[in-house]
């Protein structure tokens, strides 16, 4: 079992008050995995088994541990598998998958023009007219951005509220681009990543169809994330832990617990297992 957390006043109290959490909704990349995506790596690079751990201890508990991330669905279903998990929202909120059944999120995007939303926007001309506009600042990120049906991956260096413009002028209004952070992948330059989805779509919205779709209440449920995208999903559930290495402020709903990476996830699942004692 996990050990020796000090419970945050502040938190022991807001959990005291809710059921006992059901479902744990987290992301991987700086939050349950440490560096270069190692599950068994501290945030220093330490041989660390304390997250794998927390999966372990969460399970035994009964609580469903789902990720929720920006890869794409069948890279993430096989990393979830990799490490005892089977339902994930994938595709920055574009995919959710429950019970083996792939939902997508549709959002905003016409469903009359291809049999997902990742195609939809193709037909649409979303990702040439924003590919044009922008030419030689962005382009489709490799080889990452292969096999995606919820949305479209992109990297480079451009103004999003620009590329809104671009959508808008293209007639597709209903799309968005959403910077992702820093990333790599271009060499010489610095570069972030973008997912292009329909509007109404991304991490929050997902988790929120997915507990409506489980008959769970926000009260049910908390989440795990370090990026001010992650810190969303915290509209959509009662309990929000944000990793040392996380971005964005505490808040009502919103604790920092004192790990960072995979130390903080397993952090969090300490607390949050508390309650089920």
């Known amino acids: ?24 909704y987290t992301d991987l990349d700086g939050t349950l995995l440490g560096p270069d995506g190692s599950l068994l790596s501290a945030p220093d690079g330490r041989p660390s088994a304390r997250a794998a751990q927390a999966l372990v201890d969460a399970a035994a508990a009964g609580v469903l541990v789902v990720p929720v991330s920006g890869r794409a669905s069948a890279q993430l279903g096989n990393d979830a598998r990799l490490i005892g998990l089977s339902d994930y929202v994938a595709e920055a909120g574009g995919i959710v998958v429950r019970a083996g059944q792939t939902y997508y999120e549709w959002g905003a995007c ?6 997902n939303p990742h195609d939809a926007m193709t037909e649409a001309g979303a990702v040439e007219a924003l590919l044009t506009a922008f030419a030689g ?21 451009v103004d999003v509220d620009k590329a809104a413009a671009v959508l808008s002028e293209a007639g597709c209004d209903w799309a968005y681009l959403v910077d992702n952070g820093a990333t790599s992948g271009w060499p010489g330059r610095q570069v972030r990543a973008y997912h292009l989805l329909p ?11 997915d507990l409506a779709a489980r008959g769970l209440a926000p009260d049910q449920a908390a989440a795990c994330g370090d990026s001010l995208e992650d810190l969303k999903i915290a509209q959509v559930v009662a309990t929000f832990l944000l990793v040392a290495n996380g971005h964005g402020d505490i808040g009502e709903r919103i604790f920092r617990v004192p790990g960072a990476m995979g130390e903080g996830f397993a952090d969090a699942v300490e607390a949050l297992l508390t309650t089920l004692r």
Request: aromatic share 4%; glycine share 14%; hydrophobic share 40%.
């Open 1 to 24: 079992m996990l050990t020796g957390m000090a419970i945050d006043e502040a938190l022991a109290g807001h959990l005291a008050g809710l059921p006992p959490v059901e479902v744990l």
């Open 137 to 157: 600042d962005l382009r489709h990120y490799e080889p990452w951005h292969r096999g995606r049906e919820g949305g479209h991956l992109l990297h480079g260096m």
């Open 199 to 209: 509007r109404g779509v991304g991490k929050a919205t997902a988790v929120a169809d």
């Open 110 to 115: 016409p469903r009359d023009l291809a049999d």
